[in-house]
């Protein structure tokens, strides 16, 4: 069994899914889709069955990811 730690953005309409790990991605039309993608790209990409693919989803929120490195620089001014 292969296990992998994928990511989930929205990405416009579409969901983009990666698999850091072999710097693989593809696309869901639903969230509840994007862990049979990260399953179903990375069977592909290892030629295995999608059966032997274990994964970890984590979801991603943009907006957020821009306000850790600000949130982090006034935690350091004000310490």
Same mark, same amino acid.
């Given at each position: 069994?292969?296990?992998?730690?994928?990511?989930?953005? #929205?990405?416009?309409?579409? %969901?983009?899914?990666? *698999? &850091?790990e072999?710097?693989?991605?593809?696309?869901?039309?639903?969230?509840?889709?994007?862990?049979?993608? =990260? #399953?179903?790209?990375? =069977?592909? %990409?290892?030629?295995? &069955?999608?059966?032997? *693919?274990?994964?970890?989803?984590?979801?991603?929120?943009?907006?957020?990811?821009? #306000?850790? &490195?600000?949130?982090?620089?006034?935690?350091? #001014?004000?310490s």
């Amino acid at each position: 069994m292969t296990h992998v730690d994928a990511t989930v953005t #929205r990405d416009g309409q579409w %969901w983009l899914v990666e *698999v &850091p790990e072999f710097d693989i991605s593809g696309q869901a039309a639903r969230l509840t889709d994007a862990e049979d993608v =990260a #399953r179903e790209i990375t =069977a592909l %990409w290892l030629d295995v &069955p999608e059966e032997d *693919v274990s994964v970890t989803l984590t979801q991603v929120r943009p907006d957020l990811q821009k #306000r850790v &490195p600000e949130e982090r620089g006034a935690r350091r #001014r004000f310490s």
